[in-house]
């Protein structure tokens, strides 16, 4: 299936950002259930890094509401596929 492709396309790119900008964490640590705050505690300074990082890779223009609740890579991946067929 196509989409399942693409998400999973999309998904190994989110997981490989947030390895990168982190730093110090593997990337066989991270799943699309990847909590990042509760699983690794990431700090505000490093999360905004990641969220610009996405933000950019991906051409998005979210909000801060869309930020908001998103806690987890699959969060991600979903609003990186939403935005990316306009919905």
Do not use: Y
Request: proline residues 1%.
């Amino acid at each position: 299936m196509e989409d399942n492709g693409h998400r999973k396309d999309i998904t190994r790119q989110v997981i490989q950002l947030f390895v990168e900008t982190i730093g110090f964490i593997a990337p066989d640590q991270v799943t699309e259930q990847t909590d990042f705050i509760h699983d690794f505690n990431i700090i505000d300074d490093d999360l905004t890094c990641f969220v610009m990082q996405v933000e950019w890779k991906f051409s998005l223009g979210s909000s801060q509401k869309d930020w908001d609740t998103i806690t987890t890579i699959r969060q991600i991946v979903e609003l990186i596929l939403r935005q990316t067929k306009g919905i």
